[in-house]
């Protein structure tokens, strides 16, 4: 379970990004966020995922209050997330194969054993004939779909997708969301901010707007 | 077993690291190589001194040259005193015949038929008890007047002794010079990338790579290229050695003598390579420490 209690963030900026959030998310349910662009979408995926700190408030996961996380316990709360970025942010000087071995590594998962986990993440994602190939000759819908084989190869729980389906042809977007929706079919919880309304609609799971730094 | 394939992973990558950049990294390794030879090949120029002075050092004998007008009663009479004297164990008396007539035997004795007159002086060889005393014996036998000059190999070893003294600090003062060289070389190549890597390290924390997964592959680049550059200083200074060798065979020859330089041995040969590696991890820890500090 994920408990947002009194959450604000205001950047160092000044920017004040969410305000007094309250939210429960429960295990295996799958959350749309949705919200013009600056509305605190990321925001809010970044704290969930201990990457931002709240400025103020409670954020729990389990039992565990992430917002008191010490600096060098943060990486071992990853290793239960699987977070899908924006920005895709994949490594541009290694293949395909490679992006998803990383977090297998980071797990002390190598050799054969590792290699064959990749394989089955990216066979996933309908990327197997592209392992050896780098992510920059790939379409945009492939490195979107990259990027879930790396947030899954390490058999998450929980994950986190910020504005999957962005820039994407309708084809390519309901590939991407045929992928989340069997991964929280077979239990994980997912949460996905998108501005996307079809496919929310399309969808018809839970929808949180987000405007102005408020939920509702 | 997972440990294993772990630690093969980081060095395959560090070793891939390498080869991406073959050009500049060879140029370190290369100074490196070059840096850690200039120790090494001292510290062997030094212990072949160590090995030719030593043979030296057990001739404890010395030669007292009189003076050319002491007449054979009284180097009888002085060749008693010092055998009175304390630390001598052995005194012989070398008159100047006996001493023209080894000469003649030497080949030299062509230029010896054309003198009038023997210019030999008598001499005495003092065998001293105690090789440590050397010096104080000589400079008891040089105040007796009829002494004109003494020939000793252990004062040569004494001051050779002094040479090595020197020579051993001089080594051990350029080697920690030069691995304080090293440690920069390999901090600001390793600094370098991180920031090449800066946003792999990056995604990586974001998906949860821990401070010990980041700095790892770092740590195992700079072993690398420190035990390499070790290996390049091994190549150069044995190789050197060899070359020396050849001048040096060649020298010996025409003392009828078969003294050659001894080379490398496996042990120093290793310890070389250790400490390059080891060098290489630590001045790869500091500048990992201190450069992924910024990057928070
Ligand atoms: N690192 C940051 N520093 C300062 N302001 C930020 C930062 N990240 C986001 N913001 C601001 O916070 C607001 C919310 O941003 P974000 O969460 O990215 O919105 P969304 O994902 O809904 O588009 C925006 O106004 C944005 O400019
Ligand atoms: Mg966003």
Redesign the interface.
Known sequence: MIELLNVTKRYPGGHLALANCDLKIARKEMVFITGRSGAGKSTLLKLIGA?EKPTSGHIKIGEQDISRLRR?TI?????N?G?I?QDH???Y??SVLDNVL??L???????VEATQRARAALNKVGLSNRERSRPITLSGGEQQRLCIA?AIV?RPTLILADEPTANLDDDYATEIMEILKALNDSGDTIIIATHDQGIIARYGKRRLVLADGSLS | MNLVTHHHTSLRDAWQRLRLHPWSNLFSILVIGIALSLPTGLFLLMSNLDRASNSFAEQTEMTVFLKTKTEMDAAQALADAVRAEPGVRRVRLIPREDALAELQHSGLDDILTSLTANPLPHSLVVEPTDSLRVRQLEQRLRQHPEVEAIASVAAWAQRLDALKTFGAALTWSLALLLSLALLAIIGNTIRLQIYAQRDAIEISRLIGATDRFIRRPFLYFGALQGGLGGLVAIILSGGGIFWLNRSVAELAVTYGSSFRLANLDLQTSALVLVTATLLGLLGAWASVAHTLRDFD
């Open positions: 990457i060098d990486p071992f709360f990853r290793l997330i977070m970025f942010k994949l490594l000087d290694r990383l977090p590594h980071i797990r002390d998962l190598h050799g790396r390490g």
